[in-house]
């Protein structure tokens, strides 16, 4: 017995339009009733945003650099085993990985699609831009058929074709080396999704507009492609049968304490309120982190930084990622909720904080006033900081003890700087790190139960940290109360 169906959306190169390709396809594979089941491979938080818009269902996200190549299988599995076909975005290039030392290189990069397409028993479909290609794409197309004997390309689909003739000779290029195509899609403004300086605007951001491009993708694409060949693609998957990915058996394996906060005090037996950020400003995060902090024993509760205060009862707080310089005059003006945090980490309740969370708790950004938990101002900048991080833990803290060594991702254009500010002396570093040029860096903020920095680690990879940081949210559950509503428990 196999697992779910599946098929990779991948191309040759970054802006091909997997994207574009991928949630059109998954519209309108549920628009034929299809229970479709998507995924991303890397780091993205942005493009499961849309699939989940067209699916209906949480995106996740398969990356063997963050979580280890053997998890993957696993959390395919689970994030599939109530659909009957799995739609699986590639990530750059198809064999585009990790960049790692000549004498480690991999055909299949490290992280690539390619690599997690062989994970998974998947075959591939290449979307290419056809705008610049003619004849020699039967040579391309070539190379990448012999390239790696263990990915298994199936079919083609033709993106921004410009007119019937050109179709017809990239047609007849295809055939010449047994490449079936499997969609054409032509040029078509219309199908532009919006985008910014880190890429395109997350659909949690665009609300009603993200709805109407979704199902714009989904008539055009879907009109476009052929749906039973790439079911049938799909159907001739090789997906092991594993067992599925469990937050439950994550945790209990994790070999964490629990019941005791990272102070020593002991729980009172009460499920923690743990405050998740969400809303417009904050919209990176992976769907396990909910249901790991469920499962190490806390009740989920979201809030919107721009509009609401902290949940009543909140014991423990986690703001992740987003673009908070976006909204930055909106955050500034929410000043209940901003005092609300404020007294929060006074009061040493734990706060874990990535990218855009580590630019709310600064006293300031870009001149806006933040929260103030830190000594820090954030600033928006013009160079891009991206790509994986190897990291050790450089003090102990709400998530981790001083040693614990993870694999992490930045993605920013923002950076801090310290405050003279007395209470910068009781700042330590999150994290450290050697750079690509050879250099040790300390990166980060630990500061009394608030650990806060650039990193985004995937918590399926550090299940006691999550349980670390339930434990040390436990011993506040009883003494936290500072507002008088509480939001509906954040779906996972």
């Known amino acids: 017995m196999s697992g779910t169906p599946a098929i990779v959306i991948a191309a040759p190169s970054s802006g091909s339009g997997k994207t574009t390709v991928t949630t059109g396809l998954i519209g309108a594979l549920r628009a034929a009733g299809h229970r479709v089941a ?27 650099n963050l979580v280890g190549a053997d998890l993957v299988a696993p959390l395919f599995a689970a994030g599939s085993a109530d659909a009957d076909i799995a739609v699986i975005e590639g990530v750059m290039g198809l064999f585009d990985g990790r960049i790692v030392a000549d004498d480690d290189a ?7 699609t390619a690599q997690v397409a062989t994970l998974i028993g998947a075959p591939v479909v290449l979307v290419v831009d056809a705008a610049g290609h003619s004849q020699s794409l039967a040579a391309v197309l070539h190379g990448f058929l012999g390239y790696e004997p263990a990915v298994r390309i199936v079919g083609v689909i033709l993106n921004r074709v410009g007119s019937p003739r050109h179709e017809s000779v990239l047609r007849q290029a295809c055939a010449r080396v047994g490449m079936p195509v499997f969609g054409v899609l032509r040029r078509d403004p219309s199908l532009a999704v919006p985008s910014r300086h880190l890429g395109l605007i997350p659909a949690a951001e665009r609300s009603a507009d993200a709805q109407a491009a979704v199902a714009a993708m989904a008539t055009k694409v879907g009109a476009a492609l052929d749906l039973p060949a790439i079911v049938a693609a ?11 990915w469990s937050a439950t058996d994550a945790i209990a394996g994790s070999g964490a304490e629990s019941g005791t906060g990272s102070n020593g005090t002991t729980g009172t037996g009460a499920r923690p309120v743990i405050a998740v950020a969400g809303g417009a400003a904050f919209t990176f995060g992976y769907a396990e982190h909910t249901e790991l902090l469920r499962a190490a024993g806390a009740d989920v509760v979201g809030f919107d930084p721009l509009h609401d205060r902290l949940p009543a009862g909140t014991a423990g707080v986690v703001i992740g990622g987003g ?3 976006e909204h930055a005059e ?13 007294a929060h980490a006074a009061a040493g309740r734990p706060i874990a ?3 855009a969370g580590l630019l709310y708790l600064a006293t300031t950004l870009d001149d806006h006033p933040m929260t103030g938990v830190l000594p820090v101002d954030g600033h928006f900048g013009p160079t891009l900081t991206l790509g994986y991080r190897d990291a050790v833990a450089v003090a102990d803290s709400v998530l981790y ?15 801090v700087t310290t405050r003279p500010d007395d209470r910068a002396d009781g700042l330590s570093a999150a994290w450290g790190w050697t750079g690509h040029d050879g250099r040790s860096a300390r990166h980060g903020v630990v500061s009394g139960a608030v650990h806060a920095s650039y990193l985004h680690v995937h918590p399926v990879a550090v299940p006691a940290a999550i349980a670390r940081f339930v434990a040390a949210s436990t011993g506040h ?3 936290s109360n500072l507002s008088a509503s509480r939001p509906a428990i954040a779906e996972g």
């Open 234 to 244: 799909a159907r001739g998957a090789d997906v092991p049968a594993v067992a599925g």
């Open 401 to 415: 003890r001083a040693g614990d060594r993870v694999t992490g991702h930045e993605f920013h254009r923002s950076f």
């Open 330 to 342: 909106e955050l500034a003006a929410n000043e209940p909720l901003r005092a609300d945090l404020a």
């Open 353 to 355: 904080a990535e990218c």
């Open 323 to 325: 673009f908070p310089e």
């Open 477 to 479: 559950a009883a003494s």
């Open 106 to 112: 991999d055909t299949l990069g490290v992280g690539s």
């Open 38 to 64: 998507p995924f991303k491979v890397g780091p993205d938080y942005i493009d499961p945003g849309y699939h989940a818009v067209a699916a209906g269902r949480v995106g996740r996200n398969l990356d063997p």
